[in-house]
């Protein structure tokens, strides 16, 4: 009860201050703002507030307000906050006076004030700051809080609204910002790049594959801004792939009546199209999103696969535009729109979920409207009856308005599909006795329409039609119905002229547009039957030669000269029956969304058919595509010296909110302290990586996702972790397969210092998981041998891919397999094999599974069964294969449904030892142990300029997946590895002699495993 | 010289009859007078859902959404996702509605300070800032009775005094340091069913739609996983941001740390290939006679298929010709109301008896001299069936990680109509 009577009080303050809006009043709210007693400002600004949402003028307390900027009151200040950004313009002057309160906040340790102040900063739209604000925003954009540097890129905005002359600057914060990898910072960027430099696409290249990555774990409003600028984008980097689409469907329709050579003959002299792995990379991530609850970012997905998708992979879209149906009212409006342009374009895709756009009597009208035309796009042959039933209930709809649209769609229909012209005829001439004037009108409109695309066998319909003709009254239909008999009056001789005669009767009392009909009816007839007409069409020249409307009046003199004979008229009149009875064109019914298709799709344009104010053009695919390189990213030098410094200034700030950056602050001073050695350093990139996973994911217990080796936890972790049973493991392990994969960004960067520290300098294709696949491995199976073997990730993975199955010997299904050199999963024995299956023939394959196997003992993981292939489609799978440490093939069946296929799989030595780090003591330690038997060596001759540590370490890391060891020597290089089965090390040493020699050692106890890498090692140094 | 910004310039809400009576600028303020052409557009349309969403004005373009009658009408300067906009009105209303229960216009102009307060930082610039529930109640406490009085007497504020963390962390839709005494978790499972049965009974369309819904209150960072005894059975989802994505692609698996509080979890599709089973059936007899000013009506309700479980909270609505003027009908049961104006006839069913099968019958009266109307009425059913999903879909088991204790946890499971028609 007191709520109720304080708000009432409050109301009733508001109400009496707004009806006396008198001085005294004003007084009065100034008192209480300039009082000392807090609750009395605060219920003052509150009513001012209130007076600000009503939209009334407050502006004269501005400088008692301001007074209030600096109060410790937090919603007192944010009302001021409000007043501030509200009346700012109005009192440049007055407003100055708060600035330096800003100043001072912009430099509070707490970022969350700095980013408020800079908010508001920002908002006060007052030129005279301009400067101000450019060094606020400067400085914020290269603060260490992300939320920071994200309001730094709002203010660059309202900067650049409010003064163009700093869009240099601003560009450069710009590119700065772009760079910027917090997930937080990217949204906001973005919409700053689109409203400032738009076309500076260029600014994008070095970002583009970063903002890809990121795209996920952005919030869902930078994802639409994001998402419309990477379309726009990439429709100036990539060549269109629709093109190959084409070409496709040509020889899909060559093959019924070519012969099979002939079409092999044609593919091979196609120029195969290729996707830019960028352009794929856009399409792979953004996928995910469209089955985000905001339907902002499904379309803005929806829209990306559109204009940017491979024909044949748009239509995953289509379930979650439907699914958008089932939202509000404005929803089911835009998405509505939206599928109406792309139904035209491609029936298919939404043709199996045509019943989801069936009416409803509770649909709003143009909802209704916009369903109709949906339907009227997607009707086809085999489904039109079901369609034309359905119309059939709309034009009994007791809305009219929609009953004679649903009649213009029935027209679009017969035109469109020949087979049922007839019986929509049909239908709508029995709509003709319908008591609704606006259903009889429509219909006659359209059989007007339609009789005159194939007017021949329809004159007893026109019969019909002269029949109602008395019936009806709208002028429209009259009208209509009066052009159909004079334009096919030699089919009716007898009615048209019985017409004429009425007309003449009631001509006087018509509408204009049906006088004017009448007219040309007169002139048709009297043409062609002068004998039965002449005296009616001089009467009805007559009525219109004095009638009110300069029109007819003018129609009249017209047709006058042109077909009654006198001696003044000339030339004309010899092709009056020519001019009036040209054979027609018949109408084209069209769709209202025909054209739409010129705005890109989801935009505000789309939406209102004309081009809004700074709607950006979506460009053309280029004809060639500019150069890909631009997109690569050097590799990131890690820089341990800089990162400790930040982390002691992040101690500075009481609220830890900057996690990220302490996650890395620490874990890379752990990098300085040991960098010396590079097996510790190897298993702290790892636990670095499980921890920005863990982070990402929020996991609180970070104990359990570090490395089992990390020295630096404390004793209760420790606990913690024994408590663990073997099933929270597993949930772990899936917990981070699923933040891995949204989280790239972080692990791909952690991944690249790595590599570093193995100094192989390349750009990386790695398929991702294969760094968590070593630290899970190295977490899950818990190392039953000695210290140093510490897995790492591969140097490098070899791209070539090796043939197991031809298309032509597998009956059209190909399938490729490479060694993607990360450890099984399945089992630790294994060597993990991925095989690329692609069906090319045109019936879909189904059940592809793995069958009996040689030798039978042989230990195979399979891939689960692949239920179905569709026609050129392509599946990756992976499968692991224990050799058993020997190179001898693991033959095996590779079955579909109807057929078996013999195939087999021959891994070359390299391809069966997984890479270990260790230090070089470990290494030196280790090779004494394997002298003798176990050491196989060779000298060979390379080229001087190969003899760098790069040209080295890459032909070796082809040849074989080991690890690199750090070497004091520059000429001596270390590589150590383990066999996948055994276990057995396996240390491989380079020694560079000079004069282009190379001293090659290896040293392992399976010393038939060594000779053969040995030799494998040799041959592919030499060449180098 | 201002550039047109993008984005959302300002909102203006206007109430059923036409008047503004909030406004609120993010950028230089604009005119209400750019609401006349929204008013153009309200005297167009015969009913308030016809207003056009998008209207464009010569210098401004604006969109709006209506909710609990009230028009939410953003102004817009230039080129942006219209959804975007409607979206983020969408979010605004279930914001207020979240924070005073109601989103009507007298607890709009109650709490005018609070939605300011609110829509301030829901919007920086026109670009959406914080739009998360459990960000926004940290900074802006929800007002509760008590909290008002103690406001009152002591003038503390609704405004939070500690500043949110949750918005700069990587779980932006969780705040921190949840605490509670009792720690439980529940899950609703709620289907509708949308479809349309044609005049012989015979299922024209029919599809399923569900959501989850949750109530989380658990303290600390819990991280959850629920699972599905049928989860093929979901033919398309939508997921709150918190859900795993990957995971599910995997395994059908839902982990996901939960927001704080009320949130849905997911929304989905059960597809129409699968067959519905539609729970009730409608006999039904509407004659109108040419040259006669009486019409027949006889309706009547059974339960079908509902595997045991009662049809309640029945509600029969039907928008009869415009030729009606009056009905003279008895219901076996409930309560039924016609209203001559609007021609609505709207018949409180209440539970079904399958023993006893609701009818309604009797006469309508016509307007003397007028034509037979072409079309029957179309007949909107609405019910609910408690502890049953028509799909069939069951929740497995809900396992939590990362905390100690054990929570309560609780699923429900309920059926509703749709939109759901019958053709006469």
């Known amino acids: 009860e007191l709520t109720s009577y304080k708000s009432f009080v409050e109301q009733a303050c508001i109400v009496h201050f707004l009806i006396s809006f008198s001085p005294s009043r004003n007084e009065d709210l100034k008192e209480m703002l300039e009082s000392n007693k807090e609750s009395l400002k605060l219920e003052a600004m509150k009513r001012v507030v209130g007076l600000i949402a009503k939209g009334k003028n407050a502006s004269e307390l501005f400088p008692a307000v301001v007074k209030n900027v600096a109060s410790k009151n937090i919603e007192l200040k944010k009302l001021v906050y409000v007043y501030l950004v509200r009346y700012a313009e109005e009192q440049q002057d007055l407003a100055l006076l708060s600035i330096s309160t800003f100043q001072r906040a912009l430099k509070d340790p707490n970022q969350l004030i700095r980013a408020s102040a800079l908010r508001v900063l920002s908002s006060i739209r007052v030129p005279i700051i301009v ?59 973005v919409m700053a790049f689109e409203e400032v430099c738009p076309d500076r696409i260029d600014l994008i290249h070095k970002n583009y594959r970063k903002l890809c990555n990121l795209l996920v774990d952005v919030e869902e409003w930078g994802q639409v801004v994001i998402i419309s600028m990477l379309t726009r984008y990439a429709r100036t980097q990539f060549t269109s792939p629709w093109k190959e689409d084409g070409v496709f469907d040509e020889h899909n329709e060559r093959a019924f009546y070519e012969s099979d050579e002939e079409k092999t003959r044609d593919e091979t002299e196609a120029k195969p199209y290729m996707m830019d792995p960028d352009h794929r990379l856009l399409l792979r991530n953004t996928k995910p999103l469209l089955q985000s609850r905001n339907t902002a970012v499904v379309m803005s997905v929806a829209q990306l696969y559109w204009h940017l998708a491979p024909k044949n992979e748009v239509s995953i879209v289509t379930k979650s535009l439907v699914r958008l149906l089932r939202s509000h009212r404005e929803v089911q409006y835009i998405v509505l729109q939206n599928i109406a342009t792309m139904s035209i374009q491609r029936k298919g895709m939404f043709e199996p979920y045509m019943k989801s756009f069936y009416v409803r009597s509770t649909d709003a009208t143009h909802i209704k409207s916009l369903k109709l035309e949906i339907l009227t796009s997607l009707a086809n042959e085999a489904n039109i009856s079901t369609i034309l039933r359905e119309f059939q209930t709309y034009v009994k709809s007791q809305d009219k308005q929609f009953a004679a649209g649903t009649i213009q769609a029935i027209g679009r229909c017969a035109t469109n599909i020949s087979e049922v012209t007839d019986t929509c005829l049909n239908g709508l001439v029995l709509l003709l006795s319908n008591r609704d004037e606006t259903v009889v009108a429509e219909s006659v409109v359209v059989i007007r329409k339609l009789l005159q695309i194939q007017p021949t066998q329809h004159s007893d319909i026109i019969k019909h039609m002269a029949k109602l003709f008395d019936n009806i009254t709208v002028p429209m239909a009259r009208a209509s119905i009066l052009w159909l008999m004079g334009e096919y009056c030699e089919r009716v001789p007898k009615i048209a002229p019985d017409v004429l005669r009425k007309m003449a009767k009631s001509f006087t009392s018509e509408e204009d547009i049906v006088k004017l009909q009448t007219v040309n009816l007169a002139a048709k007839l009297y043409l062609t039957n002068s004998k039965q007409t002449k005296l009616l069409t001089q009467y009805i020249l007559n009525l219109g030669k004095y009638d009110q409307n300069y029109d007819i009046r003018d129609r009249t003199r017209f047709i006058r000269q042109l077909i009654v004979p006198n001696d003044k008229n000339g030339a004309l009149s010899k092709y009056a029956h020519r001019i009036l009875l040209a054979p027609k064109p018949a109408p084209v019914l069209e769709s209202a969304y025909k054209d739409r298709d010129r705005y890109q799709l989801g935009t505000l344009s789309h939406t209102i058919n004309t081009k809004a104010s700074g709607y950006l053009e979506l460009s053309d695919w280029p004809a060639v595509a500019p150069d890909q390189s631009v997109r690569n990213v050097e590799v990131i030098e890690p820089t341990v010296k800089s990162k400790p410094a930040k982390s002691s200034d992040d101690k500075f700030y009481s609220d830890s909110g900057e996690e990220e950056e302490k996650g890395s602050g620490s874990s890379s001073s752990e990098d300085g302290s040991s960098s010396s050695s590079s097996e510790e350093s190897g298993s702290d990139a790892e636990s670095h990586v499980q921890k920005n996973s863990s982070q990402t994911s929020e996991e609180s217990d970070k104990s359990s996702s570090q490395s089992e080796k990390s020295s630096s936890e404390s004793d209760s972790e420790k606990k913690e972790r024994k408590t663990k049973t073997p099933l929270q493991k597993k949930t772990i392990f899936n917990e981070e397969s699923w933040t891995y994969v949204t989280k790239q960004q972080h692990t791909k960067t952690i991944f690249v210092n790595v590599i570093n520290q193995h100094s192989v300098l390349q750009t990386f294709s790695y398929s991702h998981w294969s760094t968590l696949c070593v630290s899970l491995f190295t977490q899950l ?14 140097a490098f993975v070899p791209e070539k891919s090796h043939d197991l199955l031809h298309r032509m010997t597998g009956k059209g299904l190909s399938a490729q397999y490479q060694f993607p050199r990360q450890p099984c999963l399945y089992q630790p024995t294994m060597v993990s094999v991925q095989i690329s299956l692609t069906n090319t023939t045109d019936h879909p394959l189904e059940q592809i599974h793995i069958g009996d196997r040689s030798p039978t003992g042989l230990n195979i993981h399979c891939f689960n069964t692949i239920e179905c292939l569709e026609p050129e489609a392509s599946v990756t799978v992976f499968m692991g294969i224990d050799f058993n440490d020997s190179t001898q093939a693991a033959n095996f069946q590779l079955c579909t449904k109807e057929d078996h296929f013999s195939v087999s799989i021959q891994p070359a030595i390299g391809e069966l030892l997984l890479p270990i780090t260790m230090t070089e003591l470990d290494f030196r330690k280790e090779q004494g142990k394997l002298l003798g038997m176990n050491e196989s060596s060779a000298t060979i001759t390379m080229a001087a300029e190969n003899m760098t540590s790069q040209p080295i370490s890459r032909p070796v890391a082809t040849v074989a997946n080991l690890g690199m060891v750090p070497s004091s020597q520059d000429n001596v290089h270390r590589f150590a590895g383990k066999t996948a089965n055994s276990g057995a090390v396996v240390l491989v040493t380079v020694e560079l002699r000079g004069e282009s020699t190379a001293l090659i050692t290896i040293n392992t106890e399976k010393s038939v495993m060594g000779s053969m890498l040995l030799r494998d090692l040799k041959l592919a140094l030499a060449q180098a | 010289m201002q550039l047109p910004a993008k984005m959302i310039h300002s909102l203006f809400l206007v109430n059923s009859s036409g008047d503004i009576f909030l406004e609120k600028h993010w950028k230089s303020v604009v005119s209400r007078s750019v609401c006349d052409y929204f008013f153009e557009a309200q005297e167009r349309a015969s009913e308030p859902e016809n207003v056009p969403p998008v209207i464009p004005t010569p210098h401004h373009y604006l969109i709006s959404v209506l909710r609990h009658r009230i028009y ?16 983020f009105l969408h979010r605004v209303v279930d914001t207020f509605q979240d924070y005073f229960g109601v989103c009507t216009e007298a607890a709009i102009k109650d709490n005018v300070v609070v939605v300011y307060e609110l829509l301030e930082e829901m919007l920086d610039n026109g670009f959406p800032l914080a739009t998360e529930s459990n960000i926004l109640k940290e900074l802006i406490k929800p007002p509760t009775i008590l909290r008002t009085v103690v406001n009152t007497i002591t003038g503390s504020t609704n405004v939070g005094e500690q500043l949110p963390t949750g918005q700069l962390s990587v779980v932006p839709w969780r705040r921190t340091g949840v605490k509670y005494t009792n720690n439980e978790a529940y899950f609703d499972v709620v289907e509708e069913i949308d479809a349309i049965i044609d005049k012989s009974g015979s299922t024209i369309t029919a599809e399923i739609q569900g959501v989850i819904d949750a109530c989380v209150k658990l303290t600390g960072m819990p991280d959850l996983t629920l699972s599905f005894m049928n989860p093929r059975l979901l033919d398309d989802v939508s997921f709150h941001p918190c859900v795993r ?46 040259g006669s000013s009486q019409g027949r009506f006889e309706l009547t309700l059974g339960p079908k298929q509902t595997m045991g479980k009662g049809l309640e909270a029945v509600l029969i609505s039907s928008q009869l010709p415009r030729g009606v003027l009056n009905t003279n009908l008895n219901p076996s049961q409930g309560t039924y109301n016609f209203d001559p104006v609007t021609k609505l006839l709207s018949w409180d069913v209440g539970k079904i008896n399958p023993q006893k099968l609701p009818s309604l019958k009797g006469s309508m009266s016509l307007q003397a001299g007028a034509s037979k109307p072409d079309e029957n009425p179309t007949i909107n059913i609405q019910f609910k069936i408690q502890q049953s999903a028509l799909s069939g879909l069951k929740v497995n088991r809900l396992d939590m990680y990362g905390e100690k204790y054990k929570p309560f946890k609780g699923i429900k499971y309920m059926t509703k109509a749709g939109k759901f028609q019958v053709r006469t």
């Open chain 2, 72 to 87: 939410f009408v953003a102004v817009i300067q230039s080129e942006v996702p219209p959804l975007f906009v409607i979206e």
């Open chain 1, 781 to 794: 199976c818990p190392l039953s041998l000695a210290f140093p073997l510490q897995l790492s990730g591969p």
């Open chain 2, 245 to 290: 994505f990957k995971r599910w692609e995997a395994e059908r698996i839902l982990s996901f740390i939960p927001p704080d509080g009320n949130f849905r979890l997911l929304s989905y599709h059960v597809s129409c290939q699968n067959l519905v089973a539609i729970p009730v059936y409608v006999k039904h007899n509407i004659t109108f006679r040419e």
């Open chain 1, 131 to 189: 400067p101000i604000m450019m060094l606020a925003i400067k400085e914020a954009a290269s603060d260490m809080s992300p939320y920071v540097r994200k309001t730094s890129a709002h203010a660059i905005q309202k900067l650049y609204s409010l003064d163009q002359d700093q869009k240099e600057l601003l560009i450069e914060v710009i590119e700065k910002l772009l760079k910027d990898k917090s997930t937080l910072v990217a949204g906001s960027v």
